[in-house]
């Protein structure tokens, strides 16, 4: 299921957080970026040193160039 949706401010990004199970059989959180006009789809495996990250919500930049993720730790993700 969907934990988190946001759309960038220019309209031509979304991003999704949801769990799955990776390769492995190793249960992650992960985010996926949807590129709308070119219909491209790029994943994040959100996971860390410490255990899983649950991103609680997610937010554009202002100029639709980063990704960041409210969680129990701070992600920022380069998106350019």
Known sequence: P??????????????????????????????????????ETSYIKVKSEVGLIFAESLAFSPDSRQLATLSTVFLRASLA
């Open 2 to 39: 969907l934990e988190a949706v946001a759309l960038s401010p220019d309209g031509k990004k979304a991003a999704a957080r949801f769990d799955t199970v990776d390769e492995n059989s190793q249960f992650v959180s992960a985010i996926a970026i949807y590129d709308l006009t070119t219909e």
